[in-house]
């Protein structure tokens, strides 16, 4: 048996669509279950930032997660493949009209990412104050909490319906399968035979 952490919303639905797709069976979870076995699979459901939690204490063997959120924990996993979904982007935004003050002491970052924006910005050898936030990391800008954010963008429509606008992008992420170290040796044939029809699958 496999035990497999899928981040709840578009990536587990599409990588529940890639197994369909190599085991020409269907994977549905029923309604608010957050646990589904078929075959010799069994996935849970997580939060995206809890997956690498999951892998890591092995309660899962393999997972999917974005590379931003594996930037983000740098937990010691094995990273096996891209799988080309859930596709985004790691931004700086600020308010329109406005400009980042390179010159500032300490620049306020509202983020739920405060490791990656952290280093980026040590880089560049600016000192920044982060402040974390889970969500709606858009409103920080607009109400005082903060100068800038560091945020997930996708489509682009949650900053500019905000009035934020993209500055610097830091990374461009998408979703991993990841490997629990200890099961990557235990379970090495069962992945590696997953793994490879997974990558037929992903990239014909
Ligand atoms: C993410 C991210 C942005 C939004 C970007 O939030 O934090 O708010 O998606 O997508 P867009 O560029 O297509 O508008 P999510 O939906 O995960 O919600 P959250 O703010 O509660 O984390």
Not at 19 to 43: A, H, P, Q, W, Y
Not at 57 to 68: E, F, K, R, T
Request: net charge neutral; glycine share 6%.
């Amino acid at each position: 048996m496999l035990s497999i952490a899928l981040p709840k919303g578009r990536i587990a639905q599409d990588t529940l669509e890639i197994f369909e797709k190599i085991f020409e069976k269907s994977f549905i979870f029923n309604d608010r279950k957050l646990i589904l076995e078929v075959g010799e699979f069994r996935f849970l459901l997580v939060r995206n930032q809890d997956v690498p939690a999951y892998v890591m204490h092995q309660s899962a063997d393999i997972g999917v997660v974005g590379l931003d959120v594996l930037e983000e924990k740098k937990e010691d996993l094995v990273r096996l493949l891209d799988l080309g979904i859930g596709k985004c982007k790691v931004c700086v935004g600020i308010r329109d009209g406005e400009k980042l003050d390179y010159s500032s002491p300490e620049i306020k970052i509202a983020t739920k990412m405060p490791n990656i924006t952290k280093n980026y910005f040590s880089k560049k050898a600016m000192g920044v104050d982060t402040i974390k936030l889970y969500g709606s990391i858009e409103l920080a800008p607009l109400v005082g909490l903060s100068d800038a954010i560091v945020d997930i963008v996708e489509s682009g429509a949650t900053m500019k319906q905000n009035g934020l606008k993209v500055v610097e992008t830091i990374m461009e992420s998408s979703a991993y399968l990841i490997a629990n170290k200890n099961s990557f040796i235990e379970k090495k044939k069962e992945i590696i035979s997953l793994y490879r029809k997974i990558s037929n699958e992903v990239k014909p």
